[in-house]
């Protein structure tokens, strides 16, 4: 004769226990998702920032090497930068840019001013 077996000693977890784990889990997610909210509002800013240093860093360096580019509005800076500043050192072609998009160069202007010609960074971001 063969013998059957029975799972009745053999339950599981209770309902008690997955609702207390089911809890749990929705407070870690509670505290987490604000977290990861504020992580990416900061890596956002910080992007626009270095963004921007990248643009003055540029715009000093094709100076230095030779350009003569004095601009009258940020406007203009930003297009030549973007599109690309040539300078000729001896036999050499240099280009200085930065490949912004237009929703990053109009961010990156919260950082940057004019002065002399030159763009200059602010890292308050207040400029406009």
């Known amino acids: 004769m063969s013998q059957k077996s029975s799972n009745l000693g053999q339950a599981g977890f209770s309902l008690a226990e997955l609702l207390v ?9 509670a505290i987490a998702v604000p977290n990861i909210g504020s992580i990416t509002s900061h890596a956002y800013y910080a992007k626009k920032e270095r963004n921007a240093q990248n643009v003055a860093m540029v715009a000093a360096s094709a100076r ?3 350009a003569n580019n004095t601009w009258q509005t940020l406007d203009q800076a930003l297009d030549d930068i973007v599109s690309g500043i040539h300078v000729q050192v001896g036999t050499e ?5 930065v490949p912004l998009s237009d929703s990053d160069r109009t961010e990156v202007a919260t950082f940057l001013r ?3 010609g030159r763009v200059i960074y602010e890292p308050s971001g207040s400029v406009n």
């Not at 072609?93 to 840019?97: C, G, I």
Request: proline share 0%; charged share 15%; net charge negative.
């Open 21 to 29: 784990v089911i809890a749990v889990i929705g407070v870690m997610a």
């Open 64 to 66: 230095a090497a030779g």
């Open 93 to 97: 072609s240099l280009e200085f840019r």
């Open 114 to 116: 004019l002065e002399g």
